[in-house]
Nanobody, 123 residues
Framework: VQLQASGGGLVQVGGSLRLSCAAS????????VGWFRQAPGKAREFVAA????????AIPESMSGRFFVSRGKSENMVYLEMNSLKPEDTAVYYC?????????????????WGQGTQVTVSS
């Protein structure tokens, strides 16, 4: 499966962005889509995940209430809505796909990755 993340950009503190992840190829085998982010010099960090068949989601406590993950009418689209953005949210955001049906916070469980989209929050 191929993934394409988009929707990043420059936003002021307190602003919002909605990222999109478009999947193509063998999407029938994709069961979970996750979002991760990576800031310069830091490890890749789990942001959100959604199980496509059920809509079940997982978001870290530190982002709960600000970040929301959803699927489109087509299961080929997944969205990450980010609100009340902070400078520490600045990073490259990636979407990734897993075929094992398990919502995991570990990047190693995801077998396909998009190219990432830059989010910059200015103060």
């Amino acid at each position: 499966v191929q993934l394409q993340a988009s929707g990043g950009g420059l936003v002021q503190v307190g602003g919002s962005l909605r990222l999109s992840c478009a999947a193509s190829g063998r999407t029938v085998s994709t069961s979970v889509v996750g979002w991760f982010r990576q800031a310069p010099g830091k490890a890749r960090e789990f942001v959100a995940a959604i199980r496509l068949a059920t809509g079940s989601t997982a978001i870290p406590e530190s982002m709960s209430g600000r970040f929301f993950v959803s699927r489109g009418k087509s299961e080929n689209m997944v969205y990450l809505e980010m609100n009340s953005l902070k400078p520490e949210d600045t990073a490259v955001y990636y979407c990734a796909a897993s075929e094992d049906g398990i919502i995991s916070r570990s990047p190693v469980r995801y077998t396909s990755w998009g190219q990432g989209t830059q989010v910059t929050v200015s103060s």
